[in-house]
Nanobody, 121 residues
Framework: QVQLVQSGGGLVQAGGSLRLSCVVS????????MGWFRRAPGKGRVFVAA????????YYAESVKGRCTISRDNANNTVYLHMNSLKPEDTAVYFC??????????????WGQGTQVTVSS
């Protein structure tokens, strides 16, 4: 029974930054790869970023590459998504995801509750 509880998000001005957090409980955190997806209003869910169990490798969608950083703190069972130079098109509900390994597309076993990020122009 893996549980993912998200925090962070909110309203920011274009060009600003935010850090999203996701705390994992129920299993050993270091056994899980972690990632982030987002769903913009009226659109489908898309991949944002992922990180391997050890944190040795990271992956980013082309749309956020260079503006977002995914990291993990295994001592605190937490994964982060730091977003810089935010654009209005980054407005979406962001979801934390977990699985035994990095997954292709959206085939992750565990999902957080979602966190709203709104970027004003």
């Amino acid at each position: 029974q893996v549980q993912l509880v998200q925090s962070g998000g909110g309203l920011v001005q274009a060009g600003g930054s935010l850090r999203l957090s996701c705390v994992v409980s129920g299993r050993t955190f270091s056994d899980y790869a972690m990632g982030w997806f987002r769903r913009a209003p009226g659109k489908g869910r898309v991949f944002v970023a992922a990180i391997t169990r050890s944190g040795g490798n990271t992956y980013y969608a082309e749309s956020v590459k260079g503006r977002c950083t995914i990291s993990r703190d295994n001592a605190n069972n937490t994964v982060y998504l730091h977003m810089n130079s935010l654009k209005p098109e980054d407005t979406a509900v962001y979801f934390c995801v977990a699985d035994r390994a990095v997954r292709t597309w959206d085939e992750w076993d565990y999902w957080g509750q979602g966190t709203q990020v709104t970027v004003s122009s």
